[in-house]
Protein backbone atom coordinates (compact mmCIF):
# COMPACT_ATOMS: atom_id res chain seq x y z
CA UNK A 1 0.00 0.00 0.00
CA UNK A 2 1.10 3.75 -0.59
CA UNK A 3 0.89 5.81 2.23
CA UNK A 4 -1.33 7.90 2.55
CA UNK A 5 -2.28 11.09 2.10
CA UNK A 6 -0.70 13.83 5.07
CA UNK A 7 -3.72 14.92 7.14
CA UNK A 8 -3.87 17.44 9.64
CA UNK A 9 -4.14 16.52 13.47
CA UNK A 10 -7.76 17.73 14.80
CA UNK A 11 -5.35 20.52 16.52
CA UNK A 12 -3.76 22.06 13.33
CA UNK A 13 -6.19 23.80 12.26
CA UNK A 14 -7.21 25.65 15.38
CA UNK A 15 -3.24 26.54 15.92
CA UNK A 16 -2.86 27.95 12.10
CA UNK A 17 -5.77 30.04 12.96
CA UNK A 18 -4.06 31.38 15.69
CA UNK A 19 -0.37 31.84 14.16
CA UNK A 20 0.94 28.66 16.46
CA UNK A 21 3.06 27.76 12.94
CA UNK A 22 5.01 30.49 10.66
CA UNK A 23 5.24 27.77 7.66
CA UNK A 24 7.61 30.32 5.98
CA UNK A 25 10.61 30.27 8.59
CA UNK A 26 9.69 27.77 11.59
CA UNK A 27 11.72 24.30 11.76
CA UNK A 28 9.81 21.19 11.64
CA UNK A 29 10.70 17.07 11.89
CA UNK A 30 9.54 13.88 10.62
CA UNK A 31 9.21 11.46 13.64
CA UNK A 32 8.19 7.65 12.70
CA UNK A 33 6.23 5.98 15.51
CA UNK A 34 5.22 2.42 15.46
CA UNK A 35 2.29 0.37 14.91
CA UNK A 36 1.25 0.97 18.72
CA UNK A 37 1.50 4.43 18.93
CA UNK A 38 -1.46 6.65 19.13
CA UNK A 39 -3.55 6.33 16.31
CA UNK A 40 -4.05 10.30 15.69
CA UNK A 41 -7.47 9.60 14.23
CA UNK A 42 -8.75 8.28 17.27
CA UNK A 43 -7.57 10.76 19.60
CA UNK A 44 -8.69 14.43 18.88
CA UNK A 45 -7.10 15.84 21.52
CA UNK A 46 -3.38 15.37 20.71
CA UNK A 47 -1.56 18.48 20.09
CA UNK A 48 1.92 18.31 21.11
CA UNK A 49 4.35 15.16 19.76
CA UNK A 50 5.17 14.22 23.07
CA UNK A 51 1.78 12.90 23.70
CA UNK A 52 2.65 10.34 21.23
CA UNK A 53 3.89 6.90 22.55
CA UNK A 54 6.05 4.12 21.12
CA UNK A 55 8.65 6.25 18.78
CA UNK A 56 10.45 4.35 16.64
CA UNK A 57 14.47 3.72 17.15
CA UNK A 58 17.68 2.23 16.02
CA UNK A 59 19.60 2.14 13.27
CA UNK A 60 20.38 6.22 12.55
CA UNK A 61 16.74 6.76 13.37
CA UNK A 62 16.86 9.03 16.74
CA UNK A 63 14.24 10.36 19.28
CA UNK A 64 12.56 13.54 17.97
CA UNK A 65 13.27 12.14 14.38
CA UNK A 66 15.16 14.30 11.75
CA UNK A 67 14.32 17.92 10.51
CA UNK A 68 12.67 18.50 7.12
CA UNK A 69 14.86 20.44 4.70
CA UNK A 70 13.99 23.17 2.28
CA UNK A 71 10.55 24.04 3.32
CA UNK A 72 8.61 25.92 1.69
CA UNK A 73 5.15 28.01 1.69
CA UNK A 74 4.12 29.45 -1.50
CA UNK A 75 1.60 30.65 -3.51
CA UNK A 76 0.93 28.19 -6.25
CA UNK A 77 -2.27 30.16 -7.59
CA UNK A 78 -4.85 32.54 -6.92
CA UNK A 79 -5.71 31.99 -3.92
CA UNK A 80 -4.17 28.75 -3.03
CA UNK A 81 -0.57 27.78 -0.88
CA UNK A 82 1.04 24.70 -0.75
CA UNK A 83 3.75 23.77 2.07
CA UNK A 84 6.40 21.50 0.67
CA UNK A 85 10.07 20.04 1.76
CA UNK A 86 12.68 17.83 0.54
CA UNK A 87 11.95 14.09 0.35
CA UNK A 88 12.44 12.80 3.91
CA UNK A 89 15.65 9.97 3.69
CA UNK A 90 17.16 7.67 6.36
CA UNK A 91 19.56 4.76 6.31
CA UNK A 92 19.48 2.08 9.08
CA UNK A 93 22.76 1.62 10.12
CA UNK A 94 24.09 -0.97 13.23
CA UNK A 95 20.38 -2.02 13.67
CA UNK A 96 17.35 -1.95 12.13
CA UNK A 97 14.43 0.54 12.58
CA UNK A 98 11.77 -1.78 13.47
CA UNK A 99 7.91 -1.45 13.65
CA UNK A 100 7.54 1.59 11.50
CA UNK A 101 3.93 2.87 10.89
CA UNK A 102 3.44 6.49 10.90
CA UNK A 103 4.98 9.40 10.35
CA UNK A 104 4.26 12.39 12.08
CA UNK A 105 5.38 16.07 10.89
CA UNK A 106 5.59 18.50 14.26
CA UNK A 107 7.45 21.87 14.72
CA UNK A 108 10.60 21.59 16.19
CA UNK A 109 12.69 23.40 19.45
CA UNK A 110 9.38 23.87 21.37
CA UNK A 111 7.87 23.20 24.60
CA UNK A 112 6.11 19.66 25.33
CA UNK A 113 7.61 18.55 22.12
CA UNK A 114 6.15 20.95 19.56
CA UNK A 115 2.99 21.40 18.37
CA UNK A 116 1.43 18.60 15.70
CA UNK A 117 0.82 19.33 12.04
CA UNK A 118 0.42 16.28 10.03
CA UNK A 119 0.56 13.07 9.99
CA UNK A 120 0.88 9.88 7.24
CA UNK A 121 -0.17 6.16 7.48
CA UNK A 122 3.07 4.48 5.99
CA UNK A 123 1.37 1.21 5.59
CA UNK A 124 -1.47 -0.57 6.20
CA UNK A 125 1.38 -3.13 8.16
CA UNK A 126 3.81 -2.08 10.45
CA UNK A 127 7.56 -2.57 8.60
CA UNK A 128 10.94 -3.00 9.35
CA UNK A 129 13.91 -0.93 8.09
CA UNK A 130 16.61 -3.84 7.79
CA UNK A 131 20.46 -2.61 8.28
CA UNK A 132 22.14 -1.12 5.28
CA UNK A 133 18.70 -0.48 3.93
CA UNK A 134 17.20 3.39 3.04
CA UNK A 135 13.57 4.58 3.90
CA UNK A 136 12.72 7.33 1.48
CA UNK A 137 9.60 9.46 2.19
CA UNK A 138 9.39 11.21 -0.57
CA UNK A 139 6.70 14.51 -0.78
CA UNK A 140 3.84 14.51 -3.05
CA UNK A 141 4.64 16.90 -5.75
CA UNK A 142 1.75 19.08 -5.29
CA UNK A 143 3.46 19.17 -1.75
CA UNK A 144 2.61 18.00 1.55
CA UNK A 145 0.11 19.81 1.67
CA UNK A 146 -2.34 22.86 -0.16
CA UNK A 147 -4.61 25.48 0.93
CA UNK A 148 -7.05 26.89 -1.27
CA UNK A 149 -9.80 29.36 -1.15
Not at 101 to 106: H, N, S
Amino acid sequence: MAATAWAFYHTTKKKLGEGGYNLSTDLFNLALFKTAATNPADNPALSVKSQISNECSGGAYTAGGKTLSANTWTATATSTYKFDSSDWVITATGTAISAVLFAGIYKSASAGGGPLLCYSQLSTAAFDVTTGNTLTIQMNAAGIFTLAG
